[in-house]
Nanobody, 120 residues
């Protein structure tokens, strides 16, 4: 069993910053791509950013220049530094990881989500 546990969400004023963290634990052999998605109220699940094991990143247009994804492979942890937050960034943010278990099963795991609210 693999778990992804997110932390770092909360309420912030427009222009503020937050740093999300997501730690993977359990029967992990390796982790390939890790990433963040978000779902705003009444909207679809949208990509925010992804990062490969070697550090190659992909940021959604809405995140470019403001958000930065990074990871610590030794800690099986992915981060999302969010700067210049705006009300439209309000959403539940979900961590995801492509996991290979000790039994060589590969699948995408998801965290339970962390709320980010941007308001004055």
């Amino acid at each position: 069993q693999v778990q992804l546990v997110e932390s770092g969400g909360g309420r912030v004023q427009p222009g503020g910053s937050l740093r999300l963290s997501c730690a993977a634990s359990g029967s992990i052999f390796s982790i390939n791509e890790m990433g963040w998605y978000r779902r705003a109220p009444g909207e679809n699940l949208d990509l925010v950013a992804t990062i490969t094991t070697s550090g190659n990143t992909n940021h959604a247009d809405s995140a470019k220049g403001r958000f930065t994804i990074s990871r610590d492979n030794a800690r099986n942890t992915v981060y999302l530094q969010m700067n210049s937050l705006q009300p439209e960034d309000t959403a539940v943010y979900y961590c995801t990881a492509r996991i290979k278990t000790l039994r060589a099963v590969e699948y995408r795991s998801w965290g339970q989500g962390t709320q980010v609210t941007v308001s004055a």
